[in-house]
């Protein structure tokens, strides 16, 4: 029975941080941004630099 209210303490424990970590991430501003996350996927990455294109060009 003890170790019940160990595991039953801990657990709360556990929880009541993971509640802490996502209050202060929704107060940081983590979750404003709605719409940009749905949209990163439609832009193009970052072209290569010109340096690398010069290397296969010195054959």
């Not at 029975?1 to 107060?27: D, E, H, Q, R």
């Not at 719409?35 to 290569?48: A, H």
């Amino acid at each position: 029975m003890s170790a019940m209210l160990i595991l039953i303490g801990f657990s709360l424990t556990v929880a009541i941080i993971f509640l802490v970590a996502f209050l202060w991430a929704v107060k940081s501003g983590q979750y404003k941004d709605k719409y940009t996350p749905s949209i990163r996927m439609l832009f193009d990455d970052k072209k290569p630099s010109d340096s690398n294109n010069d290397n296969h060009d010195k054959k």
